[in-house]
């Protein structure tokens, strides 16, 4: 199974932050990457697939890059409501396989 | 609206059964895979299993083979889990989700599943 490493695992912030979340794969995926939010109690809402693309509805202060082993999550200036668990997903071999999850925390 | 919604969950004994089913509404439910994910309490997820739209091709995480069983009915805009020989290590909120290209694009509210004498 392919092996999706997330750093840092949990991290604290301000509103208005520009931050960085980084996804490892310890094979390569091309572009087979998707970013997901979770917050406490509901299920995870998809940001990003592709690697890259945004899905609809999200807003454009989030975005992915990455190609290969390594990809990252940014978002450009943190708002309240970002305040949530990240994961990344491969979804190039089975079994799709995530990120152990990066937590946003309030500073 | 893309409707999900999760039902069967309970506290079981180690050992024991589960069916979990999810009924979908708002979309051409056979056009789309279906996916189950999973969460143990404080954890991160866990994809389980998922099923192609005519049901003829599904797969596994290691750790379920062999216990775990995805299925689906078009006709009933459902997708099932029927989970044998649970263990204590089952115990987990049960997501099931849209797929669309490899991505998990919609998801259920999931069910909670205890293992547990």
């Known amino acids: 199974a392919i092996r999706m490493t997330q750093s840092p695992s949990s991290f604290s912030a301000s509103t208005g932050d520009r931050v960085t979340i980084t996804c490892r794969a310890s094979?390569?995926?091309?572009?087979?990457l998707a970013w997901y939010q979770q917050k406490p109690g509901k299920a995870p809402n998809l940001l990003i697939y592709s690697a890259s693309t945004l899905q609809s509805g999200v807003p454009s202060r989030f975005s992915g890059s990455g190609s290969g082993t390594d990809f990252t999550l940014t978002i450009s200036c943190l708002q309240s409501e970002d305040f949530a668990t990240y994961y990344c997903q491969q979804y190039y071999s089975y079994p799709r396989t995530f990120g152990q999850g990066t937590k946003v925390e309030i500073k | 609206e893309v409707q999900l919604v999760e039902s069967g969950g309970g506290l079981v004994q180690p050992g024991g059964s589960l069916r979990l089913s999810c009924a979908a509404s708002g979309f051409t439910f056979s056009s789309y895979w279906l996916s189950w994910v999973r969460q143990a309490p404080g954890k991160g997820l866990e994809w389980v299993a998922n099923?192609?739209?005519?049901?003829?091709?599904?797969y596994y995480v290691d750790s379920v083979k062999g216990r775990f069983t995805i299925s689906r009915d078009n006709a009933k805009n459902s997708v099932y889990l029927q989970m044998n020989n649970l263990r204590a290590e089952d115990t987990a909120v049960y997501y099931c989700?849209?797929?669309?290209?490899?991505?998990?694009?919609?998801w259920g509210q999931g069910t909670l599943v205890t293992v547990s004498s």
């Open positions: 989700a849209r797929d669309y290209m490899g991505r998990s694009e919609h």
């Open positions: 099923v192609k739209q005519e049901g003829n091709e599904k």
């Open positions: 094979q390569g995926i091309s572009n087979s």
